[in-house]
């Protein structure tokens, strides 16, 4: 049998590599010379990770969990009329408060007359939830108590699943127009019909107004406040979520052991064994690049 050193021609043109123009003379069309692997690289495209760096990516994460856990705390407390209308009310304007201060001195871009738009905005979002209030309150009256806590406690696990972390470190500027994904307008919904639920089974209209006023301005607001910080300050956005991450767990531990336990799991496999694993994996990423990929076109567009 013709081995394919046999097929190779002893004299002739030399071999080259030809993307399209069929066969070179004297060359079988499925000949391969021994330099065809000489411009083969290995790994070209894999990024070193440091663990130290990836553990300061993963604070965004436990950042918003933490977040999410201070408004489960919140409505866990409410219904029991451990937090009554009038305090919560007064926790919301201190929000909504510290939240445009903090856009104003962390955002230089911010314009004048955007945040005023902004707070024309929020005017007309909140005169139109207090309108609907007492519609809330009717919503869920022939549904058990113990189906609306199950119904949302699934949305909030949907809205934590699906919820587009990559926000909190990638967002456009102020005033640029944004079309948000199919999976982040789906997390965004379930974490709003939670709080619809959990809202539904209070007995006032105003406390479910400002339950509702609450929980809808932390899961709008809060990412762009915590973005702020992190582009003004990366130090202070790293003490802002230390912080954040021992006033939660001070108040999960005095008022639910159960979610404290939970939050203290989750933070610790985020933060600390997923960053982990990640760097373990590099070890095992192999990569190879050569001339017979396709090639890529870059084009830089420049206004």
Not at 187 to 208: C, E, K
Request: proline share 4%; glycine share 4%; with cysteine.
């Amino acid at each position: 049998m013709e081995t394919e050193a046999q097929r190779s021609p002893l004299v002739g043109p030399k071999w080259k590599k030809v993307a399209y123009g069929g066969m070179q003379p004297g060359y079988d069309d499925n000949y391969t010379d021994d330099t065809f692997l000489e411009a083969m690289v290995m790994n070209a495209n894999v990024v070193k990770r440091d663990l130290c760096k990836v553990m300061q990516d993963s604070v965004s994460i436990s950042q918003y969990l933490c977040i999410v856990a201070l408004v489960v705390i919140v409505w866990i407390q409410t219904p029991s009329s451990a937090i009554d209308a009038t305090s919560l009310l007064l926790l919301d304007a201190s929000f909504l408060f510290i939240g445009f201060l903090v856009i104003l001195l962390t955002t230089s871009q911010l314009a004048l007359q955007l945040f005023f738009h902004y707070l024309l905005k929020v005017s007309f979002f909140i005169t139109g939830l207090y309108i609907l209030a007492p519609v809330y309150h009717t919503l869920t009256r022939s549904i058990s108590s113990d189906s609306i806590w199950a119904l949302s406690v699934s949305l909030l696990i949907v809205h934590l699943f699906l919820h587009d972390y990559s926000s909190c470190t990638i967002r456009p500027p102020p005033g640029s127009l944004i079309n948000p994904s199919l999976v982040s307008n789906i997390s965004l919904n379930a974490s709003i019909v939670a709080s619809l639920l959990v809202a539904s089974r209070l007995s006032s209209r105003l406390h479910i107004f400002a339950l509702m006023l609450f929980s809808l301005q932390i899961f709008l607001f809060a990412p762009s406040v915590a973005f702020c910080i992190k582009k003004f300050s990366h130090r202070l956005h790293l003490l802002f979520s230390l912080v954040l991450m021992g006033v939660t767990s001070s108040v999960l531990y005095t008022k639910q052991q159960m979610l404290f336990r939970l939050l203290l799991g989750l933070l610790v496999f985020v933060s600390v064994v997923c960053p982990y694993w990640l760097i373990k994996m590099q070890e095992y990423k192999f990569e190879i690049n050569g001339p017979w990929d396709e090639a890529k076109l870059c084009f830089d567009i420049t206004e």
